[in-house]
T-cell receptor, first 111, second 117 residues
């Protein structure tokens, strides 16, 4: 158990819909990262938050957004979903950047 | 730009033997970190080991050790005494650090390891 909690573990939704993925970081970790893993793109960095502030953006689509709340949990919002958004979405957390622990991931299937 | 290369798409090893998974990296930054993760078929990403660029000694964690050769820009993972439960996908990753203290991991394509009884 990495200590990073992600919900839901699995979800199936239709094209055009919107979903929210939730992440609770390890106790004490201030940084939260979101990654997308798909068969064709591999593991792609989406976005990083540190103590509530956005710090780095990667290959995140404009249809996607994220935020980190005062209690340090984070949410990734995916809207106007397309078939190609089907992927495994990971949240990771870190205190110092030297140990970065991942959650179990949220499997998203868009049909 | 920083880059991670894992040249072995698949490897197999006999149970109880040691195996080395290759990873080379490319960066011009003097400060960086190298990570290995294990991803079993269930999907979770399990942190195995970390090596900082200034660490003098190779990192070890139980049966995992990282063979860090800075001049060759390689960070191979060595798994000793392989077990059936080691069968999984293994990813090498490098921490890319930006000004302002934020950072991200960039991942290699992965190596699928199969442990045979």
């Amino acid at each position: 158990d990495s200590g990073v909690t992600q919900t839901p573990k699995h979800l199936i939704t239709a094209t055009g819909q919107r979903v929210t993925l939730r992440c609770s970081p390890r106790s004490g970790d201030l940084s939260v990262y979101w990654y997308q893993q798909s068969l064709d793109q591999g593991l792609q960095f989406l976005i990083q938050y540190y103590n509530g502030e956005e710090r780095a953006k990667g290959n995140i689509l404009e249809r996607f957004s994220a935020q980190q709340f005062p209690d340090l949990h984070s949410e990734l919002n995916l809207s106007s979903l397309e078939l190609g958004d089907s992927a495994l979405y990971f949240c990771a957390s870190s205190l110092d950047g030297n140990t970065i622990y991942f959650g179990e991931g949220s499997w998203l299937t868009v049909v | 730009a920083q880059k991670i290369t894992q040249t072995q798409p698949g490897m197999f090893v006999q149970e109880k033997e040691a195996v080395t998974l290759d990873c080379t990296y490319d960066t011009s930054d003097p400060s960086y970190g190298l990570f290995w993760y294990k991803q079993p078929s269930s999907g979770e990403m399990i942190f195995l080991i970390y090596q900082g660029s200034y660490d003098q000694q190779n990192a070890t964690e139980g049966r995992y050790s990282l063979n860090f050769q800075k001049a060759r820009k390689s960070a191979n993972l060595v798994i000793s005494a392989s077990q059936l439960g080691d069968s999984a996908m293994y990813f090498c990753a490098m921490r890319e650090v930006f000004s302002g203290g934020y950072n991200k991991l960039i991942f290699g394509a992965g190596t699928r390891l199969a442990v045979h009884p």
